[in-house]
């Protein structure tokens, strides 16, 4: 493990609520301690605010274009704390309806079960990132 990674406790469990335009409109406690930011600094700001710069662009393409068709859409995303150090979760978005009648999303992420699959990714989204350039 390096020094600079945050692992989240088994127990974990990060929950933001996005307009469709990905804009914070709720974060939870755990999101907030893990991601190192006090709620208010999260609320209206884009979800872009807590990526990764390791994460490809193609991995967010897809995850757009799945909620904006109404689809779920889960995958392994390498994110970035208000202090730099990094944490890997397990998310899965789904598109959200307010009461309201407003559209958005909500993620719902979780600790990676094993590091071998962070491994896998990190290897994965390396290779992806070099085709971006």
Same mark, same amino acid.
């Given at each position: 493990?390096?020094?600079?990674? #945050? +692992?989240?406790?088994? /127990?974990?469990?990060?929950?933001?609520?996005? *307009?469709?335009?990905?804009?914070? !409109?709720?974060?939870?406690?755990?999101?907030?301690?893990?991601?190192?930011?006090?709620?208010?600094?999260?609320?209206?700001?884009?979800?872009? #605010? +807590?990526?990764?710069? /390791?994460?490809?662009?193609?991995?967010?393409? *897809?995850?757009?274009?799945?909620? !904006?068709?109404?689809?779920?859409?889960?995958?392994?995303?390498?994110?970035?704390?208000?202090?730099?150090?990094?944490?890997?979760?397990?998310?899965? +978005?789904?598109?959200?309806?307010?009461?309201?009648?407003?559209?958005?999303?909500?993620?719902?992420?979780? !600790?990676?079960?094993?590091?071998?699959?962070?491994?896998?990714?990190?290897?994965?989204?390396?290779?992806?990132?070099?085709?971006?350039?």
């Amino acid at each position: 493990m390096n020094s600079n990674e #945050i +692992v989240l406790r088994d /127990d974990s469990f990060l929950i933001s609520h996005t *307009d469709t335009r990905g804009k914070i !409109k709720f974060a939870s406690d755990d999101f907030c301690t893990v991601a190192e930011y006090d709620v208010q600094e999260l609320i209206g700001k884009p979800h872009s #605010i +807590v990526r990764h710069p /390791d994460m490809p662009k193609a991995a967010f393409q *897809d995850l757009w274009e799945t909620v !904006k068709k109404g689809e779920i859409w889960s995958g392994f995303v390498k994110n970035r704390s208000k202090t730099g150090k990094f944490y890997w979760v397990y998310a899965t +978005v789904y598109p959200y309806q307010d009461q309201d009648g407003s559209l958005g999303y909500i993620s719902c992420r979780t !600790k990676i079960a094993a590091r071998e699959e962070i491994a896998y990714y990190e290897a994965l989204y390396k290779k992806m990132r070099a085709k971006e350039f």
